[in-house]
């Protein structure tokens, strides 16, 4: 089952903080977020496993809180660079595959 | 290291033609994914291969096929084109383990465009 990622859409300026969120209505082995750049392939940004924990590196870090299923990406003092579709996706128990949710889009302005 | 590569990068066909795109995973790297990625449907999965065998399949009709090859190489095989399989069909590659991906990185080709008309 796909995850649903909120919101869809979000627009901020250089600088400003960022959150987006990944829910699931099925129990999670873990949670994983890529980067997509317009025109170009995703790329892993970082693995969450079943556990409640927290990761990041630089100024990105995700959450994952296992009993309300929902996994949330923090983008602190965002740069331009962090630009891009993000997706998340999720191994549900008993499931074998990696499901993505349809994406986030940030746009950072100057 | 060479990253994925996917081939041909574009492709146009009409409706009812058959279609083969082709991915070479990193070298070493034993899984294969194939996803379609349509705006605002995000990345539906397809199916992974894993050291020759289907591993798992995604909820497409029998139209979409795969194999894998001993040097790891996959292929995804699109037969009666709709036009509804117009996407960016993109391939992911992992060295995996054989319990499944739960904790493994994917690394992405930048994918092949399909029109279909």
């Known amino acids: 089952q796909q995850p649903v990622q909120s919101p869809q859409a979000v627009i901020l300026r250089e600088g400003e903080d960022a959150v987006i969120n990944c829910s699931s209505s099925?129990?999670?082995?873990?949670v994983h977020w890529y980067r997509q750049k317009h025109g170009e392939a995703p790329v892993f940004l970082m693995i969450?496993?079943?556990?409640?924990e927290q990761k990041g590196h630089d100024k990105i870090s995700a959450s994952f809180n296992e009993k309300k299923q929902q996994s949330s990406l923090y983008l602190t003092a965002s740069q331009l660079s962090y630009s891009g579709t993000y997706f998340c996706?999720?191994?549900?128990?008993?499931?074998?595959?990696?499901?993505f949710g349809q994406g986030t889009r940030l746009t950072i302005n100057p | 290291k060479a990253g994925v590569t996917q081939t041909p990068r574009y492709l146009i066909k009409t409706r009812g033609q058959q279609v083969t795109l082709s991915c070479s995973p990193i070298?070493?790297?034993?899984?294969v994914s194939w996803y379609q990625q349509t705006p605002g449907q995000g990345l539906q999965f397809l199916f992974e291969?894993?050291?020759?065998?289907?591993?798992n399949k995604g909820n497409f009709p029998g139209r979409f096929s795969g194999r894998q090859f001993s040097n790891s190489r996959s292929e995804m095989n699109v037969s009666t084109l709709e036009l509804g399989d117009s996407a960016l069909y993109l391939c992911?590659?992992?060295?995996?383990?054989?319990?499944?991906?739960?904790?493994?990185?994917?690394?992405f080709g930048s994918g092949t465009q399909l029109s279909v008309l």
């Open positions: 992911a590659s992992s060295f995996a383990r054989a319990n499944g991906l739960i904790n493994e990185k994917l690394f």
């Open positions: 099925k129990a999670l082995y873990s």
């Open positions: 969450l496993l079943k556990g409640g």
């Open positions: 996706g999720t191994f549900g128990e008993g499931a074998q595959k990696l499901v």
């Open positions: 070298s070493g790297h034993r899984s």
């Open positions: 291969y894993f050291s020759e065998t289907q591993r």
